[in-house]
């Protein structure tokens, strides 16, 4: 590494490709943390690994690349901290790949029109909310505005599995708010809902 850290052209590509997305990277791995400390921990360690694997990069998409190392950063931080968080489901892209239903990813759905009203402070509290592997879909589609191609490319998912988790996590973000809702933290999510459905 010490031949590295005086390689001028590695740091050169290190600013050009990784620096520029230091932004999208913390707010990816405070979403996938939970907490400032360790997202500034992920994004260090990420860093790291990057500039180690500069040279590896072969000038595709740089943001997709660096989003890769931060999510894998982040994961195995959390593996090794909370070791019993992770459940293992063998089959779980097969019934998400049969779930997911090609070309309506980008329709418009009562559940998408109603994120899009939410007020953001209680959409993130929302969002936070649910389980990491769906949270993650959120955060990528929604604040870093990933495409599905894109959010494939750094889960390292199929398409089909992108589309679906997207879905799902929709679906239980809906189901979270609307649960809020009732228990009468606001009554305006609820007449939304039936004003939406009703259209």
Same mark, same amino acid.
């Given at each position: 590494m010490d031949d590295q850290i005086n390689c001028p052209d590695c740091n050169a590509r290190f600013a050009s490709v990784v620096l520029p997305h230091l932004d999208d990277a913390y707010r990816l791995a405070h979403w996938l943390t939970g907490n400032r400390v360790d997202a500034e921990d992920v994004v260090q360690d990420a860093c790291l690994r990057a500039f180690r694997g500069i040279r590896n990069f072969c000038n595709g998409n740089a943001r997709a690349w660096v989003l890769t190392i931060v999510r894998h950063t982040a994961y195995s931080l959390q593996r090794k901290n909370q070791p019993g968080i992770f459940v293992n489901v063998a089959d779980l892209e097969t019934v998400e790949l049969a779930q997911a239903k090609p070309g309506e990813h980008d329709i418009e759905t009562p559940e998408t029109v109603l994120i899009a009203m939410m007020d953001a402070s209680r959409l993130e509290t929302a969002i936070a909310a649910l389980p990491a592997s769906l949270r993650e879909m959120l955060v990528f589609r929604n604040v870093h505005g990933l495409g599905y191609r894109e959010i494939a490319e750094v889960t390292g998912m199929p398409i089909g599995t /992108?589309?679906?988790?997207?879905?799902? *996590?929709?679906?239980?973000?809906? *189901?979270?708010? *609307?649960?809020?809702? *009732?228990?009468?933290?606001?009554?305006?999510?609820?007449?939304? /809902?039936?004003? /939406?459905?009703t259209s």
């Amino acid at each position: 590494m010490d031949d590295q850290i005086n390689c001028p052209d590695c740091n050169a590509r290190f600013a050009s490709v990784v620096l520029p997305h230091l932004d999208d990277a913390y707010r990816l791995a405070h979403w996938l943390t939970g907490n400032r400390v360790d997202a500034e921990d992920v994004v260090q360690d990420a860093c790291l690994r990057a500039f180690r694997g500069i040279r590896n990069f072969c000038n595709g998409n740089a943001r997709a690349w660096v989003l890769t190392i931060v999510r894998h950063t982040a994961y195995s931080l959390q593996r090794k901290n909370q070791p019993g968080i992770f459940v293992n489901v063998a089959d779980l892209e097969t019934v998400e790949l049969a779930q997911a239903k090609p070309g309506e990813h980008d329709i418009e759905t009562p559940e998408t029109v109603l994120i899009a009203m939410m007020d953001a402070s209680r959409l993130e509290t929302a969002i936070a909310a649910l389980p990491a592997s769906l949270r993650e879909m959120l955060v990528f589609r929604n604040v870093h505005g990933l495409g599905y191609r894109e959010i494939a490319e750094v889960t390292g998912m199929p398409i089909g599995t /992108v589309m679906s988790r997207l879905a799902r *996590a929709r679906g239980r973000l809906i *189901a979270i708010i *609307a649960k809020d809702d *009732a228990s009468g933290r606001s009554g305006e999510f609820v007449r939304s /809902v039936d004003l /939406v459905h009703t259209s």
